[in-house]
């Protein structure tokens, strides 16, 4: 957070009611998804205790109570798309609350964003109502996943036995609290009535069968942000490809060595890291490649350093965090960062910077067994290398028939930038290091 957890007064009766605005969760970023609320109305909240779960198109952010006191009201549902400087929650403090000065007024959270009118996207608010069985006004305390598995399982919290930290209900208490039951099966063809808007079939009493035909999942976040910039760049990319078949059993027989030394010990070497280091030398010969479109001057901007992306496939859709000034890493430090940035995306703790400013990817289709594909180019940048999966083939090696180390390399590039000379001989120039990694040896 960059002191964007700021309270504000809001308009009441006694003037102790605070209203806690959306913060700047990143450089960049003009919104956020709520995903779940960790408080209720009428609980209780702590100064910096945790009250929502906010993804963006970073990061899922756990955001802290600016100040303590009783929730009064909640201005968003999960689900909603809620912009910078919005209000998420008005909380009653009995404390004597100082109201900032009034010469500014404010209205701005991040330079460049304001509170915008109120978001199209933002759904009514409805106002659940309370079970009979219900043995008291405030919520059982649960993380914020445990409390939206619940709902969609539609559990109560206060019959569930918690596990956690002072007795708070997990996730995995949710799931051990449902029960077991058969199945139900329609007595016949015709007990299923048509499948209403929201994608599930219910039979002639309106319960939902476990057998539902459709299932519709909300696109929030980074999937998002992903289906967004893939449209872009399909929309205003004019994108060529080009592929070559790689002989790499130099590579392989390489690494294999390079793992029992010393210099790699307690690393994850793998091909995608000799790759990366092929891909680098490439561009260093071919700067061409390393470029981005200025449409606004309609000039080619040509990179003298390589942030390179890796893309990672991740629980909450596509990431590529990218290594800074990639060009200057050796392979021993191109294998510690390939790891970090995957780990670091797939936990969900990636920052803004990590994510933003890549000149060239990767995408390693080949962990799925996959043998090539045609990426798209990320907006910003003008090519992006696929890896194929590397497997044994039957193949012609000096001129008698061998079984060898085989995978396809694939080039999408940005034609206004990049012709067909120039993506094939550094495609071609890379599949070399790969089938002579010995040529790479000055530069690991």
């Given at each position: ?9 809001a ?6 009611v ?37 993804e ?31 209000p ?7 404390l004597?609350?100082?109201a900032?000065?009034a ?15 109120e ?12 079970a ?9 305390a ?7 598995l ?5 559990i ?39 499948t ?80 990366a280091?092929?891909?680098l ?18 000039e080619?901007?040509?990179?003298h350093?390589?942030?390179l ?10 990431m ?47 962990v ?59 495609l ?17």
């Open positions: 957070m960059k002191g964007a957890l700021v309270p504000e007064p308009a009441s009766d006694d003037g102790h605070l209203e806690f605005r959306l913060p700047d969760l990143g450089e960049g970023l003009a919104d956020g998804d709520l995903v779940s609320w960790a408080v209720a109305v009428g609980d209780t909240v702590e100064l910096n205790q945790t009250i929502a779960e906010v963006t198109a970073k990061a899922v952010v756990a955001l802290p109570s600016p100040f303590s006191g009783v929730v009064v009201e909640l201005l968003a549902q999960p689900g909603d798309t809620v912009p910078v400087g919005a998420l929650i008005r909380v009653r403090n009995d004597e609350v100082s900032p000065p010469a500014e007024p404010r209205t701005n959270v991040l330079v460049g964003y304001g509170p915008e009118a978001s199209t996207s933002r759904r009514k608010k409805s106002t659940p109502s309370m009979s069985n219900t043995p008291s006004t405030h919520r059982a649960a993380t914020p996943a445990a409390r939206k619940a709902k969609e399982l539609g109560d919290l206060w019959f569930v036995a918690g596990s956690g930290p002072e007795g708070a209900v997990t996730v995995e208490d949710v799931r051990s609290a449902v029960p077991v039951t058969q199945p139900r099966t329609p007595a016949r063809l015709g007990a299923i009535a048509p209403p808007s929201n994608g599930h079939a219910t039979d002639a009493d309106g319960l939902i069968e476990p057998t539902a035909r459709e299932e519709r999942t909300p696109i929030a976040g980074i999937r998002k942000r992903t289906a967004a910039a893939m449209q872009a760049s399909s929309r205003t990319i004019p994108q060529a490809s080009t592929f070559v078949t790689v002989d790499c059993t130099a590579s392989m027989e390489l690494l294999d060595h390079l793992r029992t030394t010393k210099s790699f010990e307690g690393l994850t070497l793998t091909p995608l890291a000799l790759v280091k092929a891909t030398a490439a561009i260093a010969e071919y700067p061409g490649i390393n470029t981005s479109w200025d449409e606004q001057n309609q080619i901007v040509t990179k350093y390589v942030n992306g890796i893309a990672v496939a991740s629980d909450r859709g596509l590529v965090p990218n290594l800074k000034e990639a060009q200057s890493l050796s392979l021993r430090e191109l294998c510690r960062e390939i790891s970090w940035a995957a780990d670091t995306a797939r936990s969900g703790n990636a920052t803004p910077n990590d994510l933003r400013g890549g000149t060239f990817t990767l995408t390693n289709v080949g799925f067994g996959v043998d090539s594909g045609v990426p798209l180019v990320n907006p910003g940048e003008a090519a992006i290398l696929c890896i194929g999966s590397i497997r044994k083939r039957p193949w012609v090696f000096r001129d008698e028939l061998a079984v060898r180390w085989v995978t396809t390399l694939g080039l999408s590039f940005d034609h206004r930038m990049i012709d067909g000379e120039l993506g094939a001989r550094f071609a120039t890379t599949a070399g290091f790969l089938e002579d990694p010995l040529t790479l040896l000055s530069r690991i």
